[in-house]
């Protein structure tokens, strides 16, 4: 299927440095904002994160008020789906409604009225969050750490077990299940609203050093598979193509990015896997303009790298309308008929096909054509600097 006409000669390459300069203008523009605009979702930032919808009409401004008024300040309301679905995503930069002077409360307390256990420590663990553990030398009763943790202001979870006998191989060892941060902000909610109002739909939530492991690893991956593609098309095709490539796939992390420093919508796992698909398809057009680059460099025509890469770009120009034409209608359906993470994806991705398709053109060429200038300079220099080697020893053997 052709689209394009056979013959069709654009100038592509004839536009690199003003398409280029936007590009760079546009890259440093999101580099610049991306350190105050990304908004970390509880997937790396940490925290807590519960879905609630609402039978009736309630406004973000509503259930904002009503978090921060039950001690949550700077908690994150974020309306999801149609207005008609009254749902929202309620975020909270924690994941335990336990201070650290609650636990150091707690730990005097015990260690004042519980003497008569031996010395007795407690911990808790801050990506959990939810449960506190306590070890003692003596077995204590599970109603005296009860009495212990009331009378230090901690609040036991209202349903279900609340302390726990852990105790093994002769180590007594307990946990205290306290009231976590969703069951607060979920029965706030409902003394606000009532219960009949209000359906928590999903509860998530995310330890602070799991979260930086996360976005860490979520780095790694793109850099390593930046690193692949390097070596690929260098062993592949030529050295002069490898950094034109790499370059694209910088390119177009960074103009994905701006999505969500645009947006300001939440950058989560989900946005990694953008990343990562984005720097497949990119890869995937690159590869095709630079096989057709190959087929025509074997004709030896007697052309220019540049006006080479302009050939294959114009050859190749129907197949990359048609596959970017059809995954971008793809996403346009993704777009008009899903919400929340999905439709993020696809909005992303749609960002990511266009940029592709444009790095492929204009990125990855004009770059290629670059370093293939800058390696002719070096080997005329070596060339030169043979010549003057061998005349300077000629003429010491003459005298």
Do not use: C
Not at 76 to 94: F, H, K, L, P, T
Not at 114 to 137: C, K, M, Q
Not at 374 to 399: F, M, N, T
């Amino acid at each position: 299927m052709e689209l394009i006409k056979p013959g069709t000669n654009y100038d592509f390459l004839g536009k690199s440095r003003t398409v280029i300069t936007l590009s760079l203008v546009l890259i440093f523009a999101v580099l610049a904002l991306l350190p105050f605009r990304l908004n970390y979702g509880v997937d790396f930032a940490g925290g807590t994160e519960i879905e609630v919808a609402f039978n009736e009409a309630v406004s973000a401004k509503e259930v904002r008020e009503k978090i921060e008024a039950a001690g949550f300040a700077g908690a994150g309301v974020q309306q999801i789906g149609d207005a008609s679905e009254n749902a929202y995503i309620v975020r909270v930069e924690r994941v335990s409604i336990l201070s650290a002077e609650q636990v150091e409360a707690l730990r005097e307390t015990m260690n004042q009225q519980l003497t008569g256990y031996g010395a007795i420590t407690v911990d808790v663990d801050e990506n959990v969050g939810d449960r506190i553990d306590v070890r003692s030398e003596q077995p204590i009763p599970l109603a005296e750490l009860e009495r212990a943790a009331s009378a230090a202001g901690i609040e036991l979870a209202q349903v279900g077990e609340r302390v726990r006998d852990l105790t093994r191989a002769g180590e007594p060892t307990y946990q205290l299940l306290t009231q976590s941060l969703s069951d607060r902000v979920t029965s706030t909610l409902i003394n606000a609203f009532g219960a009949d109002e209000i359906d928590v739909r999903r509860v998530d939530y995310v330890g602070p050093q799991v979260g930086q492991q996360l976005r860490n690893r979520g780095i790694m991956s793109m850099l390593l598979a930046m690193g692949a593609v390097l070596l690929y098309i260098a062993f592949r095709f030529d050295i002069r193509f490898a950094p034109g490539a790499v370059l694209a796939l910088v390119h177009d992390v960074a103009i994905v990015l701006g999505y969500w420093v645009v947006t300001g919508r939440e950058f989560n796992l989900t946005s990694i896997a953008v990343l990562l698909t984005v720097i497949g398809y990119s890869v995937n057009d690159t590869i095709v303009v630079f096989d057709r680059v190959r087929e025509i460099l074997a004709r030896k025509n007697g052309k220019t790298l540049a006006e080479n890469i302009n050939t294959a770009v114009n050859e190749s120009l129907s197949r990359t309308v048609i596959t970017s034409g059809s995954t971008g209608l793809a996403m346009v359906g993704l777009l008009i008929f899903t919400s929340g993470s999905l439709f993020d994806f696809a909005a992303a991705m749609l960002v990511g096909v266009v940029a592709a398709t444009y790095s492929s053109i204009y990125i990855a060429g004009p770059v290629a054509i670059w370093v293939d200038k800058k390696l002719q300079e070096s080997e005329a220099r070596k060339k030169a600097a043979g010549g003057h080697k061998a005349k300077r020893s000629a003429a010491a053997h003459a005298d």
